[in-house]
Every structure is written in C-alpha cells, then in structure tokens.
Nanobody
Framework: QVQLVESGGGLVQAGNSLRLSCAAS????????MGWFRQAPGKEREFVAT????????IYADSVKGRFTISRDNAKNAMYVQMNSLTPEDTAVYYC????????????????WGQGTQVTVSS
C-alpha cells in the first residue's frame, strides 16, 4: 500500500521560510518522479515543482521559481521543498505526489497523492 505523508506546514509571516517534507512508503521510490502541488481556498489545484527520479531534473512553476527548491533523498524515500520569501499568495494546502517515470506538470498524470499539509502565510 503506497503512502505519501507530508509534514512541515504551519503558519509563518511573509518573508519567512518553511521546509516541507514528504515521506514515501510502499513503492520503489527511486522509480518515481515526484511533485509538489498546492490548492488555495476557492482555487484549483496547481503545479508547484517536480523532480526526476535521480534528482538531476527539476521544474518549477513561474510563481515559485527562485524562491522554492525541490529536492529528494532516495536513500530515505523522502522529498522536500524549501520555501523561502513566502508571501500570502503562497497560502494553500500543499500536496506531494508520485508518478512512475519522467517528470510532469499535470496533476492528472500522477498516480499517488498525500493528504496535504496546510501552509498559511500572514502579511
């Protein structure tokens, strides 16, 4: 049974940082590209970042490029996103997701999802 569990969310002030983690189990982690997505109240879920199986390829949404850094540790079956210079517009539930094979922006192509972790950025 595949499980993805996010952690690290919380309430922060604008300009501060957070690091989210995603712990994976029940799958051969190094065979899966991983992604972060987010959903703000009243909005559709949107792509944040994705990382290839090896970690050598990363893709970011324009809205987070230069502020967020995605990474993974295949030895620990874990993925992370370091979020710096947070703004209230980053407030959302953040989800990690896994898809077998190559990186992708589309959430419809991901096979497994976590339950999400809330990030709230106050102004």
């Amino acid at each position: 049974q595949v499980q993805l569990v996010e952690s690290g969310g919380g309430l922060v002030q604008a300009g501060n940082s957070l690091r989210l983690s995603c712990a994976a189990s029940g799958l051969t982690f190094e065979n899966y590209a991983m992604g972060w997505f987010r959903q703000a109240p009243g909005k559709e879920r949107e792509f944040v970042a994705t990382i290839s199986t090896s970690g050598r390829t990363t893709i970011y949404a324009d809205s987070v490029k230069g502020r967020f850094t995605i990474s993974r540790d295949n030895a620990k079956n874990a993925m992370y996103v370091q979020m710096n210079s947070l703004t209230p517009e980053d407030t959302a539930v953040y989800y990690c997701a896994a898809r077998r094979g190559i990186v992708a922006r589309s959430d419809r192509t991901y096979d497994y999802w976590g339950q999400g972790t809330q990030v709230t950025v106050s102004s």
